[in-house]
């Protein structure tokens, strides 16, 4: 049975997405339909959008939703209708890395999130005969409705509003889990953000969590720097106006800083990131850059540092596990997200897109 939907759709690299009536088809046993509440805009549906990463067109992406479950299918055991889920990202389930726990490093994550259809080659979402990618990330949230794939529902607190915790389905769950489940950073050590958008704003606040007593951002922006400084930094270096690796190192008397998260990607920034360390400290690039990216590292005086360089891929989560986590964090005023959310209709979606690549928001949420 089909039903129909609003949505917006992707139909042309670049371009803004356009609002249209689709059909959605009928829930698989593996699937549960939910009705929308709100769904975040990450940096990723934007960098799809502009086709650096690959997913077919026309598309309806959106990988942060929020809503109530309506229907399930015959297989679904995790959630029953009229639970309050948030929506993340989709991994296989049976890989080594999945059954080892690290769903983030699903060895079929690009299928799983990024290939537009179901494992049979069918998608959920059509118009007028003519198939529309569906099951971005497994649900495709810019959309009044979708079926989505268990592996990316997660149960949440029905007293918590679902408009509010859109965003840790993604890009909060990387931010703050880069920090709480991969650095693990002891109490007493110092962590830089470089960028201080949902991503980093999510890591900032959790080293605070993680009882990091010296946590400095790194922006180009004052009002996101003073923000910064409201939600747990305690130093903040405008790039634009100091040079920063200089900073830092005033910052922390000389020694370095122990943990250093790059959520831009930039490779000069990187740099920057890799010269701030101190010795035996850790740099993590958590931001997504185009594919063929390379950055340069100094090795000749950096040996003797003994740093170490990783890779973080959606906080290393287990989102069923980690984002109630969060949630509770939020409740007890230790998480406070939601003061990063601004909110849009589902008309003005490409305003919100706009108005995250300028800086004027932070964490962009429609809500239907």
């Known amino acids: 049975m089909t039903t129909t939907v609003t949505a917006a759709v992707a139909r042309n690299t670049g371009e803004p997405l356009t609002i249209e009536q689709l059909?959605?088809?009928?829930?698989?046993?593996?699937?549960?339909?939910?009705?929308?509440?709100?769904?975040?805009?990450?940096?990723t549906d934007a960098i799809v959008r502009d086709g650096i990463y690959p997913t077919p067109l026309p598309a309806v992406l959106g990988h942060e939703g929020a809503g109530v479950v309506e229907a399930i299918g015959e297989a679904i055991t995790n959630v029953d209708v009229g639970d309050h889920v948030v929506l993340s990202a989709a991994y296989c389930g049976h890989c080594r890395q999945c059954r080892s726990g690290r769903m983030a490093y699903c060895e079929n994550l690009f299928e799983e999130d990024f290939g537009g259809h179901r494992h049979d080659g069918t998608t959920a979402l059509s118009v007028d005969g003519a198939p529309i990618s569906s099951h971005f990330f497994g649900q495709s949230s810019f959309a009044t409705h979708a079926n989505v794939v268990e592996t990316s529902v997660v149960k949440v607190d029905p007293g918590a509003p679902l408009a509010t915790l859109a965003p840790l389905g993604c890009g909060l769950q990387t931010g703050a889990g880069a920090v709480l489940n991969d650095l693990r950073p002891e109490p007493g050590t110092s962590l830089v953000v470089f960028g201080t958008g949902a991503v980093g704003s999510a890591a900032i606040m959790a080293a605070r969590v993680a009882g990091c007593t010296t946590v400095i951002a790194v922006d180009l922006h004052d009002s996101r720097l003073e923000l910064a400084q409201q939600i747990g930094a305690t130093h903040t270096v405008n790039a634009g106006t100091v040079d920063v690796v200089d900073e830092l190192k005033k910052i922390t008397n000389g020694d370095g800083v122990d943990y250093a998260i790059d959520t831009t990607a930039v490779p000069a920034v990187l740099r920057q990131a890799a010269d701030s360390l101190g010795i035996r400290g850790t740099l993590?690039?958590?931001?997504a850059a185009a594919p063929g990216t390379e950055v340069n590292f100094e090795i000749g005086a950096s040996l003797v540092k003994g740093w170490t360089f990783k890779t973080i891929i959606q906080g290393s989560s287990v989102p069923q596990v980690f984002i109630p986590r969060l949630v509770e964090l939020w409740k007890q005023d230790r998480f406070p997200f939601d003061k990063l959310i601004r909110t849009y209709s589902l008309a003005d979606i490409n305003t919100a897109f706009a108005d995250s690549a300028d800086g004027s928001t932070i964490k962009p949420v429609v809500v239907f």
């Open 23 to 43: 059909q959605l088809d009928g829930l698989r046993s593996n699937e549960v339909r939910v009705r929308m509440v709100a769904t975040g805009i990450c940096h």
């Open 284 to 287: 993590a690039l958590v931001g």
